[in-house]
């Protein structure tokens, strides 16, 4: 009979999240301890989460591992971490207007104005601003940053 298992998150030092989920994921495989899921999400500065029906097995995992400092207390459950499970569309906070750069790909460090948002694809077209003849592009969203929030 599997017993349900519980997420436990252990404080860890800042910006060394996804090091020390390798690291806890590489010791549960060696001394094979019962966690069955590590997530950092990037929104959970500090933190690591772990699945594990055994907050003996966390504990021991984490004596060896370097900057991974204390099991919190309390358990929580995936219906609480859930929103950290479900991926964000990369157009998200793109507006129609807005003034972007693009970070990559044959137009990289050109400025342009949003002209249409795709939600579904995860797109966006836009207007080169130093482009002879104004000529739409669509690139995909997670290729450009945002300057301004401008609106047309």
Known sequence: MVEDAAIFVVKTTANQERSVAGMLAQVARK????????IAPDELK???????????AVEQAIQTVPHARA??????SIA??????????????????????VTSGPFKGEKAR????????????????????PIPITIRGDTVRILSKEEE
């Open 80 to 101: 609480e971490i859930e929103h950290f499970l479900t991926p964000k569309p990369t157009v998200t906070g793109i507006v129609e207007g807005a003034i972007i750069e």
């Open 31 to 38: 001394d094979n301890l019962d966690i069955r899921a590590i």
């Open 114 to 133: 949003v002209k249409r948002v795709d939600e579904g694809h995860e797109e966006i077209t836009v207007e080169l601003f130093d482009a002879v003849v």
């Open 46 to 56: 500090g933190y690591v989460l772990l699945e594990s029906s055994d907050s003996g």
């Open 71 to 76: 099991v919190v207390k309390g358990q929580s």
